[in-house]
Structures are given as structure tokens and as C-alpha cells.
């Protein structure tokens, strides 16, 4: 069935008086035009009624996707009703048995255009929607973007303290980042709030901040505005995104998986569209993994070029402040506003390590090989030895743990039983661990950095951004012990080195979002975006 009519009846206030043959279905036809009903009349519960009530729901407003039939209820509630419309035509297409693809085009009384595209399914013997997508060709944006932040605003999971209003801090006039809007994971001070690091214990002891912190004056400083402080995983040593406090936070593309930690809040507020820059912090991961579970765009910055003034940091030797936008115009004007002046390192090749590519499933693989073809730059192999390899990241852990619980380990041992168990025991884990031990893994991450100074020099490094796609929600614990030790692996690298890294979208082989990375020498972070970008 493929079927373009003149919208019948021309107000969706007036249910046609028979049947129209274009329609596959009475029942649909019927269910379409109760839809266009309750909409003009902002009926809110027989709006939630034709939606499915599922988590996997989806409704797209411009740039920005909800996810899950809770989060578009939300929304609907709160909106206080869509500008009126009138269709002009419908446009029908058979997806299969039971599933119906509908486009109506509309006008709205001040002239201004829109289309309004659904996917109808028949569940359980009703028609209800499972995915829609409205756009306009003018007035309605800012009442689109409205929605959206208000929606998000309103998600317990994603925010610890919502937008408001009007901004946290205001961004200075002018500035290039003028109009962009962030949201700072909670590990950084914002004068007038404390920082919560994930866990009510902490925010219960945390004293109110006096002073930005030094990264978030650079954006500000260059105009964009911070809206909101985003949740983190507890005390960020995690990559999974996961709170036993806080819930776990939308990953609009991929519904029902994990977002990825610990910059878990920021990654969500970006890739629903609520905010348009994520302010995080990258110790083992923390940037990356969440770049590439959800879509988006990551930098994790040359360790130490970006202040850490300010910021409740895990382990000092690896801690670095990273961004993540949806697009890579915007990580740059973001990165730039964070990174020196000074000149920076070029990068102008391309090598890959079949070593590295091995650690990711096939499909994560298969996706890397293709986003690394779409670059337009040669690309030559080099030898990285699996054993070498483990060794460093043995060594790694080592360090990372101890420094956790030099850190942290005060806190660990008077609020230990509130925290997840797994995050606990990596803590403790760290107060095990011997000076020896420590002083053993330091010289082979001397060693470690030498070789992958000396690899890279005017070369970036290709590889997966994870192993593997991100885990279930609902996945066990075990399995995203397994999940995370595979990704480590390949994440420990620029950790290790205190090297910047960038995640882009790899082109979708399967269903589920994946990242290429790029490592590039230190002082490299702006190169490796052209890199990308050519």
C-alpha cells in the first residue's frame, strides 16, 4: 500500500463521515483522527493512550529525541499544549503487517508549514503510535526547543540540579560560544552550589562552593551558558552510567542500554537535545564510552591543558576535563574555548593496530574498519604486542585503584556501605594495593608513555572507541564487569599516556551506535578534529 490524499476532513476536529478506501484500516483511520482530535484540544490523557507504553517509544522534535512513553507523557503534561494546525495532505505507506507509516503535511495560522511523520503498529488489537517525528518550517522551533528543555529538565535521572529560568551562570555576551547551553557534570564547583559526585553522602558533607571552576569559566568566558549540573556515576569510577541513587539516564539512541559513565548526566542532557555542549571529566573512559554508546561526539583533552581548578577529581594522574556535543563544529568552538592558545601539535597520518581492533566484538570491528575507510587519509599498520598490551593495562589498574583510594578512601571507609557494591569494592580494591606494587606499575607506565610518544609522533592512533555496544539496562553485573574490562583495555591507552583522544559516530553496521577513536600526541586535541573533519 502507497497512498498520497488530500487530508480528509480539512479540520482534524471533524472525524470523516465514512470510511476512506486510501485507509488500510477503519480502526487506524479512526485511531489517526482521535490522534489530530486530542492534540488541538490538548488532551493529554488520550494523547498518552495512542502512544505505546513502552520504554522504547520514540517522539523526535528537531534535533532532539525523547525516549521511552514516560518522558514523552512528561512532556506532554508540562507543555501546556501544540500551536494549532491544519493538514493538508496525508501520505500513507505499508511497512508490513500491522505497522503503517503516516505523513501529514499542515499549515498553521500564521502561514508557517510542518510535516508530522508516525509509525502506527497495531499492539494487542489497537493502533497506537511507536514512533513519531514533528518539524516545522518556522515559528513552533523555539517552542519545540522549549519542550524539549523542559522535558529534560524535569528528568530526575539526567539532572541533579535542573535548568531553570534562566541560567546557572550566563556566559559573557558575544563570545563564540554565544547561545550554546551546557550541562557540567557533577564533579565541578559552580559558585553557589556544592559539588554532589554522584552519591547523597558526599553532597550531604559538600560545603557551597565559592568559585567556577577553571573550565567552566573557559566556556562561559567564550559565551556559552550553564544550565544545569548533570548527574555522575558515584564518585565517577565507573563506565557503566548506572546510580543506585539517582536512576540511570535516558540513552535516546539506543533505547533501553546503559548511556555510559561516568560522565553519564552530561552524555543524556546532550543527546536529548536539552543541552548543547556536556562538560565532563575522562579518567579511564569517562568521556569516551559515553561519546560512544549515545551517538555523540567526544574529546578527552591532553591531560593537564585544561585547568583542574576546581574539579573533584578520582586519580590525579590521569584525570582530564572533555567535552561531548552532538556534532563536531561544535567540539571544536568548545574545545578550543577549553584548550591553550599556544600553537598546537599537528597530526597528519593515520595507523592502526590489528591488535587493538581484535579486543572489539566483530560488529564493532566491522564498524570501526568502515568509519576509518570514510576518512580521506592514508592509513598503515603497526605492530602493538597483545601481551605488552595487557602488562600496561595491568600496571594501569594498579595505579588508578591506588590513586582512588588515596583520593577517596576517607570517605570509602565512613559511607562505604551506601555505595553501589561493585563501585565499593574498586575502591577497596585500591587500599590493598601495596607502594611497591604501585612504584613496579609506575615505571611501566614510564616506559608505556616512551613508546607510544615515540609510535605517534605526527601519527594518530586508530581504534574502537569501546568493545562492544552498550549492555542493557537491565544487564547483570557480570556482564558489565565483562563489558567494562574489555573497553579498559582499549581506553587505558590514552589514559595511561596522558594523551588526548576524540570519539566520533562510526556509520551504523548494526542496530546500535558505536565510536571510532582517534589518539593522538600530546598538545594534538584540535588536530585530531580536523582529522575528522576533513
Request: aromatic share 4%.
Amino acid at each position: 500500500m502507497s497512498t498520497t490524499m488530500i487530508a480528509d476532513p480539512p479540520s482534524p476536529l471533524e472525524e470523516p463521515l465514512g470510511p476512506n478506501p486510501a485507509w488500510p484500516d477503519r480502526e487506524l483511520e479512526r485511531a489517526f483522527w482521535r490522534y489530530e482530535t486530542a492534540l488541538m484540544a490538548d488532551d493529554v490523557a488520550a494523547l498518552d493512550d495512542l502512544f505505546a507504553a513502552s520504554t522504547t517509544t520514540l517522539r523526535s522534535t528537531g534535533g532532539a529525541t525523547l525516549v521511552g512513553h514516560a518522558h514523552i507523557a512528561r512532556m506532554r503534561a508540562a507543555r501546556g499544549g501544540a500551536p494549532q494546525r491544519r493538514l493538508t495532505r496525508v501520505h500513507l505507506r505499508n511497512l508490513g503487517p500491522g505497522c503503517t507509516l503516516v505523513v501529514a503535511e499542515s499549515i498553521r495560522p500564521t502561514g508557517s508549514t510542518g510535516v508530522q511523520t508516525q509509525v502506527w503498529e497495531l499492539l494487542e488489537g489497537r493502533w497506537q503510535v511507536t514512533a513519531a517525528h514533528v518539524s516545522s518550517d518556522g515559528p513552533g522551533e523555539e517552542w519545540r526547543a522549549a519542550t524539549i528543555r523542559l522535558l529534560s529538565g524535569s528528568d530526575s535521572t539526567i539532572w541533579r540540579v535542573p535548568p531553570g529560568s534562566s541560567p546557572l551562570v550566563s556566559g559573557r555576551p558575544g563570545g563564540p560560544l554565544t547561545g550554546a547551553s551546557v550541562a557540567v557534570k557533577d564533579l565541578f564547583a559552580i559558585a553557589g552550589q556544592q559539588i554532589g559526585g554522584g552519591t547523597p553522602a558526599w553532597l550531604a558533607q559538600a560545603p557551597t562552593e565559592q568559585r567556577h571552576a577553571a573550565a567552566v569559566e573557559l566556556l562561559t568566558q567564550a559565551g556559552a551558558d550553564v544550565i544545569g549540573i548533570a548527574h555522575t556515576d558515584e564518585l565517577a569510577f565507573s563506565l557503566a552510567g548506572t546510580n543506585i541513587h539517582y536512576g540511570t539516564p535516558p540513552n535516546p539512541a539506543a533505547p533501553g542500554r546503559i548511556p555510559g559513565g561516568s560522565t553519564s548526566g552530561p552524555a543524556a542532557a546532550v543527546a536529548t537535545g536539552a543541552a548543547t555542549i556536556g562538560l565532563g571529566t575522562d579518567t579511564a573512559g569517562s568521556i569516551r564510552v559515553p561519546a560512544a554508546y549515545c551517538g555523540l561526539y567526544g574529546l578527552r583533552t591532553t591531560h593537564d591543558d585544561v585547568p583542574r581548578r576546581g574539579l573533584l577529581g578520582l586519580a590525579p594522574s590521569f584525570d582530564t576535563v572533555g567535552v561531548l556535543t552532538r556534532d563536531i563544529a561544535t567540539l571544536r568552538a568548545a574545545s578550543a574555548a577549553l584548550l591553550p592558545t599556544s600553537a598546537p601539535t599537528a597530526v597528519t597520518r593515520l595507523i592502526f593496530a590489528p591488535a587493538l581492533l581484535a579486543l572489539a566484538e566483530q560488529e564493532t570491528q566491522t564498524a570501526t574498519i568502515a568509519a576509518l575507510r570514510a576518512i580521506p587519509a592514508d592509513v598503515s599498520q603497526v605492530h602493538l604486542d597483545p601481551e605488552e598490551l595487557e602488562t600496561w593495562f595491568t600496571a594501569f589498574r594498579i595505579v588508578q585503584q591506588a590513586e582512588a583510594w588515596a583520593m577517596h578512601g576517607g570517605f570509602v571507609s565512613h559511607h562505604g556501605e551506601s555505595l553501589d557494591p561493585a563501585v565499593r569494592e574498586r575502591f577497596r580494591t585500591g587500599a590493598q594495593v601495596s607502594a611497591q606494587a604501585v612504584t613496579s606499575a609506575r615505571t611501566v607506565l614510564d616506559h608505556a608513555r616512551d613508546q607510544l610518544r615515540d609510535l605517534l609522533d605526527d601519527a594518530a592512533l586508530a581504534l574502537p572507541t569501546t568493545s562492544a555496544p552498550a549492555p542493557v539496562r537491565d544487564a547483570s553485573e557480570e556482564e558489565i564487569a565483562t563489558a567494562r574490562a574489555g573497553t579498559l583495555r582499549l581506553t587505558c591507552l590514552a589514559s595511561l599516556a596522558g594523551f588526548p583522544q576524540v570519539s566520533a559516530p562510526t556509520p551504523r553496521v548494526g542496530p546500535l551506535p558505536a565510536g571510532l577513536s582517534l589518539i593522538g600526541p600530546p598538545g594534538s586535541d584540535l588536530s585530531l578534529l580536523d582529522m575528522l573533519d576533513r
